[in-house]
Every structure is written in C-alpha cells, then in structure tokens.
C-alpha cells in the first residue's frame, strides 16, 4: 500500500469534520488584545456584560449567563429546573444532552434521563412525550422536570419546524414542565429559516446557544432565560468550577460574531448541499445523501455497510498516495458503521468544497468499480479489501 502523505507538499487538507474546531479570526484576535475586563464572577467584567445583555435580548429573555461550555449549559439547566434528586428530564436519544455529555445530569444533579425516539429531523413523537410525562410525585416514577429539544438537531443539522415546538409548548404548558432549547446551533436555524431567535425560543423557560461552534469563537455559550433562574445558572456556575474570571477577553470575540460570523453561516450551508448534491449526483446504492435533510450545515452521509463501511469511506477520503490524480485529505465525522457527517465552517473556503467534492467522486467510484469487479466474479459478500 503506498505511504499516506497527507502532511506533503502540495497536498490539501479539507477538514469537515465538525465545527468546533473553528479557530478565532484575525478581527476576533484584534477585539481580543482590546478588551476591557474584570473579575467577571464578581460581575465585574463590562464585555462579559454586554455580551450577557446583547444575548439575552436576542433570545427574548430577561437575563443571560456566559458559560465556559454548551455542556455546562446543558447541565445547569437540567440542576436548576429538575432541581430534586430522583427526577428525570425527557431528551431524544439521539440528542447531545443524552448521548454526549458522559451522563453528567445523572453523576452531579442525580437526575435521569427519559430518552424519546429521535426521527431523523430531530423532532420526536408528541403524542409519546404526552404519555411519558409524568408531571407530579408518584409512587413509583421519576417526577419530570424538564423537557429538552434540540435546534439544529447535532445529527443532521436539520432545523425544528416551528409548529412542532409550538405544538410541543402546549403539551409543556398544559402539565406546567419546562421547556429548555439545547440550541448550540440555533443561529445556523434563524439563517436557514429566517424566523429570529426571538420567536424560535418564545416558550422556552431556558436557551443557549454555542460560540466556539460555526461562530468561530474559541470557548463559550450564553444561556438565557428569567432572571431568577439565571440568578440560580450563576450560583451553580461557581459550584460547578465554571466561573472564569477576566472572561471578557474572549467575550470579545462573541460580541464580534454576533455582528459578523451569523449572516455568513449562509456560506456554510451552501457548502454543505453543495457536496450533499454531489454525492446525490453519482446516484451510488452504497453512498447516500438525502438532500431534503441537509438545510444547514452538515450533511448526514449514510452507507450501506454491507459493502462499505463509514470508517473504510472516511479512511479513503483521509488517505492520498502519490500517485493519485486528487492530491486532497479531506475529513469527514464518523458517527456509526452506516453514517458519517461532514460539518461546514468559516474556514473552508469554495475552492476548499470544490476540491473536497472531487476526491468523495474520486473515492465513491473507486468503491463501485471494486463492487463490480467483485460482483463479475459472482463475489456477493462484502467486497471490500482492508487496508
Ligand atoms: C456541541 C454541542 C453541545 C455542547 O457544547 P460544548 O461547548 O462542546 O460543551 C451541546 N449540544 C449540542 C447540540 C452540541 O452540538
């Protein structure tokens, strides 16, 4: 097998991966080596303020918090509103909350989780959340204290409808349980669906959204809600270890994404159906985009793995030999066997997509033709050579 020389010359590396792994730009840098701070646990930092406040009006709620991460977001909603051990709040289980955050509710707040069954879109069933809930003390069942959705959804980036959340808030309202938007992605929603974050997040009780993803930031999130719960947010932020002091020297760089980093997400969407197209346009049985799914950000890859698997694709877009006629590494995210996702940012460029686009034709094409040699000799089992 011939030697991988990703790190060559003249080789072009096309990482589309995720989107936390944005870095700042040079405008974020330059607000950053400016910024007025202060101990910002004693709230005392100006730029943390304002970015606080800025957010907060955004989202259409009283007050905000900054927070180091998307996941202490999550969490000290979850301590704040489920806030008895033994209670349980409902997430998809397909849903970051869930699967992502090493059961963090559980090992600190004494909370579970009540998993739902994620469609694809990242809604769930409205009539199986009605059954699940269970609004007061029970003799046997966990209380539910909080319900939490997901907008863009981290699987396929597909924004929520909003007559679902506005369905879903009834139910919420009706058993008086609260509603939390992990909204880490809720910016990439309001450029997709044009709808502002104010009315995307109207009935939630609590909503944060991300920095250090497609808006480029190197750290943080703000989570928004009334002022007493984020009285409470503040409180288990210091509990927590999460109370970072002269913080605004990257709240900085938050307050320029918010004029900057959000119209351009636009960008990153058309990247992502850009390649999604591409991959649609081989009309391969083995590798599959649904074009209706991708509406932001991300594309969802899936693989019939009998015959390939998403780590042997991923492999194969990674690898470049040097006799190869597309000198690109391109990197994609592996979820399971079946499905890998390819995450779009700031960083990448159009010709960066061009490029990436080329070598996924390249690979598709080699695995078809490796199909149907195997098929010509009447080879029905997987096909494929391991490296
Ligand atoms: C990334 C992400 C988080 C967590 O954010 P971190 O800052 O990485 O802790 C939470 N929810 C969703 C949907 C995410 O994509």
């Given at each position: 097998m011939p030697q991988n020389h990703v790190s060559g010359e003249g080789v072009r590396i096309v990482d589309i991966r995720t989107d936390t792994i944005t870095k700042p730009t040079q405008a974020m840098r330059n607000v950053m080596a400016i910024a007025e701070v202060g101990d910002s646990v004693f709230g005392e930092d100006p730029t943390v303020d304002k970015l606080e406040r800025r957010c907060a009006d955004l989202l259409g709620k009283e007050d905000a918090v900054y927070l180091p991460s998307g996941t202490m977001c999550n969490l000290i909603a979850i301590m704040v509103h489920c806030n008895k051990r033994g209670m349980e709040f409902i997430a998809g289980d397909k849903s970051h909350s869930y699967l992502y955050e090493l059961g963090g509710a559980a090992v600190f707040a004494g909370v579970q989780c009540s998993q739902i069954s994620n469609k694809p879109d990242g809604t769930f069933c409205l009539e199986e959340l009605h059954?699940?809930?269970?609004?007061?003390?029970?003799?046997c069942s966990a209380t539910t204290g909080l319900i939490i959705i997901e907008n863009t959804h981290n699987m396929c980036g597909m924004v929520l409808p909003l007559e679902?959340?506005?369905?879903?808030?009834?139910?919420?309202?009706?058993?008086?349980?609260?509603?939390?938007?992990?909204?880490?992605?809720?910016?990439?929603?309001?450029?997709?669906?044009?709808?502002?974050?104010?009315?995307?997040?109207?009935?939630?009780?609590?909503?944060?959204?991300?920095f250090s993803k497609g808006l480029g930031c190197p750290m943080g999130s703000v989570l928004c809600g009334t002022a007493s719960f984020v009285n409470e947010a503040r409180r288990l932020r210091k509990m927590l270890g999460g109370g970072v002091?002269?913080?605004?020297?990257?709240?900085?760089?938050?307050?320029?994404?918010?004029?900057e980093m959000i119209d351009r997400l636009q960008i990153d969407h058309d990247h992502a159906f850009r390649i999604a197209k591409a991959i649609d346009d081989m009309h391969s049985d083995?590798?599959?985009?649904?074009?209706?799914?991708?509406?932001?950000?991300?594309?969802l890859i899936t693989f019939?793995?009998?015959?390939?698997?998403?780590?042997?694709?991923?492999?194969k877009l990674a690898h470049v030999s040097q006799t190869d006629s597309v000198q690109v590494c391109v990197k994609g995210g592996f979820i399971n066997d079946e499905e890998a996702r390819f995450v779009l940012q700031w960083e990448v460029t159009d010709e960066d997509v061009s490029c990436a686009i080329e070598k996924v034709k390249m690979v598709i094409v080699r695995f078809i033709r490796i199909l149907n040699e195997g098929a010509k000799r009447g080879l029905c089992h997987k096909l494929l050579p391991h490296h």
């Open positions: 059954r699940r809930i269970q609004p007061k003390p029970h003799l679902w959340i506005d369905d879903l808030a009834k139910i919420a309202s009706k058993f008086k349980v609260p509603l939390h938007m992990d909204g880490a992605r809720i910016m990439n929603a309001v450029v997709q669906s044009k709808v502002p974050a104010k009315r995307i997040a109207r009935d939630m009780d609590s909503v944060f959204f991300c002091r002269q913080v605004g020297i990257i709240a900085a760089a938050c307050l320029l994404a918010l004029d083995i590798v599959r985009v649904d074009l209706s799914s991708v509406q932001t950000n991300m594309a019939d793995s009998k015959f390939v698997t998403a780590k042997e694709f991923l492999e």
